[in-house]
């Protein structure tokens, strides 16, 4: 572990935050996830919930009703039992194979966002579809992931301005990460591919298909098989399938 972080702090009276860097990066980022992991194993009653974010992970608790010494001095206690930097992933992660397309009218700031990167645009589709992205967390729209991380000359800009309407299912990219978009919305990042995938499916027993820690690696289709998938894509799966990772 660093000299520095872990560090532990108490959020109000609301939990407690347990964060492993000062930003963004995939040792921090596979800390969070496995040390999530291993305190919900503990069964500690103090924790009515818990989620990760790019570099934290945070347990819900009622600080009035449990002692925040005594709920850091387990966690203290449970960080150092490991390199929590080196700890594998969680257990029961999938991989998961998404149909996009990439470019043209249906993601139309691809060759913007290749420009940014350095790369011809046929070059930039090549690393989005031979790069496997993991969800490193979701958040900001129901099961919305944000995916990492891309190479160094991916840590493009923000756009200056909002593009207005992106809509559900589109890959947007910025910071070397990539995002999958459960519902239309503004946004600053750039419109590279455009998926049929609902990462919310509010009637289906899985509402949310993805977690913290699965990866997804994306196929590039045709606009002509991506409108025939989005006809016929009753369940949100858009094409996808997945399997199970070791």
């Known amino acids: 572990m660093s000299n520095t972080y872990p560090t532990i702090h108490t959020v109000g009276l609301s939990g407690v935050l347990?964060?492993?860097?000062?930003?963004?990066?995939?040792?921090?980022?596979?800390?969070?996830?496995?040390?999530?992991?291993?305190?919900?194993?503990?069964?500690?009653?103090?924790?009515?919930?818990?989620?990760?974010?790019?570099?934290?992970?945070?347990?819900?608790?009622?600080?009035?009703?449990?002692?925040?010494?005594?709920?850091?001095?387990?966690?203290?206690?449970?960080?150092?039992?490991r390199d929590w930097f080196a700890a594998p992933l969680p257990e029961g992660r999938k991989l998961w194979h998404i149909p996009a397309v990439f470019g043209g009218d249906l993601a139309p700031q691809l060759d913007e966002a290749a420009e940014a990167a350095g790369l011809s645009p046929q070059d930039a589709v090549?690393?989005?579809?031979?790069?496997r992205m993991r969800v490193i967390t979701i958040g900001f729209a129901p099961g919305q992931p944000y995916l990492g991380t891309l190479g160094e000359h991916?840590?493009?800009?923000?756009?200056?301005?909002?593009?207005?309407?992106?809509?559900?299912?589109?890959?947007?990219?910025?910071?070397?990460?990539?995002?999958?978009?459960?519902?239309?919305?503004?946004t600053g990042w750039r419109h590279v591919g455009?998926?049929?995938?609902?990462?919310?499916?509010?009637?289906?027993?899985?509402?949310?298909?993805?977690?913290?820690?699965d990866e997804l690696l994306f196929h590039a289709t045709t606009p002509a098989d991506y409108n025939t998938i989005a006809a016929n894509n009753a369940d949100g799966a858009g094409g996808a399938t997945w399997e199970a990772l070791p």
Do not use: K
Request: proline fraction near 7%; hydrophobic fraction near 45%.
């Open 18 to 81: 347990v964060t492993f860097a000062e930003a963004l990066d995939d040792t921090a980022n596979r800390a969070a996830l496995a040390f999530r992991a291993a305190v919900d194993a503990q069964g500690w009653d103090w924790v009515h919930e818990s989620a990760t974010s790019l570099i934290s992970a945070f347990f819900r608790t009622d600080l009035a009703q449990h002692s925040a010494a005594s709920i850091t001095e387990q966690l203290t206690d449970l960080l150092a039992t």
């Open 126 to 131: 090549a690393e989005l579809t031979s790069t």
């Open 154 to 186: 991916w840590n493009i800009p923000r756009l200056g301005t909002l593009s207005p309407n992106i809509p559900r299912g589109a890959l947007v990219a910025a910071v070397r990460q990539l995002c999958l978009f459960s519902n239309d919305t503004p």
């Open 194 to 213: 455009q998926t049929a995938f609902h990462t919310f499916r509010p009637t289906s027993e899985t509402p949310f298909p993805l977690s913290p820690g």
